[in-house]
């Protein structure tokens, strides 16, 4: 068995996987949500915190486990600093007691592994990977060879749904929010910009969006003086220009790449109304979408303990001196994962 641990961000989580079978044999995950919310955003060093308690707690659970495991893995980067360093803090611990070595694992990996979670493998395929700190489309030909073929130049799409929930004074995570109130609003109510609609270049970015609906607010004399059903019209006219946005410069990628298998990953990929939209495009274009279940779309350490499978067949795995943390890059077009 393998044991995996997440701790990129705001969310806690521990899993434990069988090589052979892939089966999920335990997985459980304590979400930061209702701590980080009063502050409109994740505060990195309350969820270090955070994870420092609840991380240890997990672990106690899976003790049974112990005798069976051949290797810990534990996500390494990206993420924030202070966050990664109490799973990779837990990982090398536990590896030096058990005398087992450590997969150290890529985020964005795990979350194209979240695909085969107690599946076998399948490639190559187009990934389309949304979520708080990223947007991008990635070509993955096999466990080795994984190129970004677009990426966002400024926010993510997650990060613009959280920034503009907090603008109109609905919460955090934003996401949801703004999803389950664009169901009673009217999509077509605001004129939102669709970000780059004239550009060659296949790449994302929503900065321009998000400065277009804090303009919105502003207009309408603020987040305090606006009714319920504007804010849902705002929501649903936001949420439809993004999905306009990833939808054209992704129609121009699954023209052109022959691999007729695309999968929807990541945070954002809950998103019910963005899948419909991917569903119909690739319908359109002629390929297969497929997606994550909801409960594994979100950081969780289920997709790292299957990433670690394929990696472990591989003996890609480091003693627990070697295991090192990368918090940022910037990743553009052309790069490898």
Known sequence: MILSIESSCDDSSIAVTEIDTYKLLWHKKISQETEHSRYGGVVPELASRLHAVALPKLLEETKPYFPEIKAVAVTNRPGLGVTLMEGIAMAKSLAAFLDIPVIPVHHLKGHIYSLFIEKATRFPMLVVLLSGGHTMVVRVEDFDTMEILATT????????????????????????????????????????????????????????????????????????????????????????????????????????????????????????????????????????????????????????????????????????SELDMETTRKLRPDTLL
């Open 153 to 320: 130049m400024d926010d993510s799409v997650g990060e613009s749904f959280d920034k503009c929930a907090k603008m109109m004074g609905l919460g955090y995570p934003g996401g949801p929010i703004i999803e389950a109130l664009a169901k009673e609003g009217d999509e077509n109510r605001f004129e939102l910009p669709v970000p780059l609609r004239n550009a060659k270049e296949i790449a994302f970015s929503l900065s321009g969006l998000k400065n277009a609906v804090r303009l919105s607010i502003a207009s309408l004399g603020g987040a305090e003086r606006m009714s319920h059903q504007e804010k849902c019209n705002l929501a649903a006219s936001f949420q439809k220009t993004v999905a306009l946005h990833l939808l054209q410069k992704c129609k121009k990628l699954f023209v052109r790449e022959p691999i007729e298998d695309v999968a929807l990953v990541g945070g954002v990929a809950a998103n019910a109304y963005l899948r419909s939209r991917f569903d119909a495009l690739c319908s359109e274009t002629g390929k297969r979408l497929h997606t994550v279940p909801l409960r594994f779309c979100a950081d969780n350490a289920a997709m790292i303990g299957r990433y670690a499978i394929d990696a472990y067949e591989r003996k890609a795995f480091v003693s627990p």
